[in-house]
């Protein structure tokens, strides 16, 4: 048995979802004639109470898009510098929007509103323009923790206040929904534009959406055409997406407890100096000093478990469909 404990990102298609997928009405999404694409925009936008929805094949294109349409060449960005859209995103806020960005210090990777107000670049012709706030919930390399809609609404305020736009990198949303018990649509009202991923913990093979209002989308679809993101035949995955939006939100809540059960493994070994908060799916440790990440995800796969290095002492367990009850247990024994 191997565990794969590397991303929520290595889940399979269940075999409903595949009977979905075989069964999509297709057409040439390009063209905009594609019915399972468009009723999976429709229904995305109307979760969060948006206007339009676009669908693309990977979460960063999303959040790429949304940087590209709302900012000019030389605007500034600010965002956590943790955030996914600054690390892993292969510099695309310097290669697609000609922007530059301004890096907070947040606790575990979140902005809060005083973050906010204090990284806004003054109004002064040597400098960037602030343009675009971009939060991430939940927080990758934060260990999986998530925004409340209080901490949200503070940083709308701050925004509106300066005239900032406010975008979400919500990859990972669903599971902050499960565990604070907020809506999409509470959410929806908070942002200009919103990214979800389908293929983490929803399990889909692949896509993400972009959410925001008709103007939004509408540029976004230029520009994703632009980046070579266009597709065809696209309903055989966008049924994927519709499948997982009706039948496995809920279910993340199994992963966020299998996700905490591990926390008492770990505390156990003597190689492992801290645990990162568990708060959903996402499970960081730090090794003592001694160790190297490099080597203990070496050793750990030779066990036949997969993980991430996610720095020099860190390593990261994410827990996901495909990551069952036996395999927690099959996890323990081979940890021990």
């Not at 075989?22 to 390009?30: I, L």
């Not at 407890?257 to 003597?270: D, F, K, T, V």
Request: proline letters at 4%; glycine letters at 8%.
């Amino acid at each position: 048995m191997i565990i794969d404990l590397r991303s929520d990102t290595v889940t399979k298609p269940t075999p409903a979802m595949l009977e979905a997928m075989f069964r999509a009405e297709v057409g040439d999404d390009v063209s905009g004639d594609d019915p399972t694409v468009n009723a999976l925009e429709e229904k995305a936008a109307r979760l969060f109470g948006k206007e339009a929805a676009l669908f693309c094949p990977s979460g960063t294109m999303t959040n790429q898009l949304a940087i590209r349409t709302h900012t000019r060449p030389g605007d500034d960005v600010i965002c956590d510098q943790l955030s996914h859209v600054y690390l892993y995103e292969g510099g695309g806020i310097a290669v697609n929007a000609l922007a530059s960005v301004t890096l907070t210090q947040g606790k575990f990777g979140k902005l809060t509103p005083e973050l906010v107000r204090d990284h806004i670049q003054p109004d002064d012709v040597h400098r960037p323009r602030t343009q675009l706030v971009c939060l991430e919930n939940t927080v990758n390399k934060g260990g999986g923790c998530y925004y409340t809609l209080p901490e949200i609404k503070a940083i709308r305020d701050v925004c509106d206040e300066h005239g900032l736009i406010l975008h979400l990198d919500g990859a990972r949303l669903f599971n902050a929904l499960v565990e604070t018990g907020e809506t999409p649509l509470e959410h929806g009202t908070l942002f200009d534009s919103i990214s979800i991923c389908l293929s983490k913990g929803l399990g889909c093979p692949v896509g993400s959406l972009l959410l925001g209002t008709r103007d939004v989308i509408k540029q976004a679809r230029r520009y994703r055409k632009v980046m070579g993101g266009g597709w065809r035949q696209a309903g055989y995955l966008a049924a994927a997406g519709l499948y997982a939006l009706d039948h496995h939100i809920d279910r993340l809540k199994d992963d966020h407890r299998r996700a905490s059960a591990i926390e008492p493994m770990l505390r156990s070994l003597p190689e492992v100096e801290d645990i990162y908060p568990i708060d959903t799916n996402i499970v960081i440790f730090r090794l003592n000093e001694t160790v190297l990440a490099t080597d203990y995800v070496r050793q750990l796969a030779e066990k036949g478990i997969r993980c991430s290095v996610f720095g020099k002492h860190l390593v990261r367990f994410v827990t996901h469909l495909d990551f069952t009850d036996d395999h927690l247990a099959e996890l323990q024994k081979r940890l021990a």
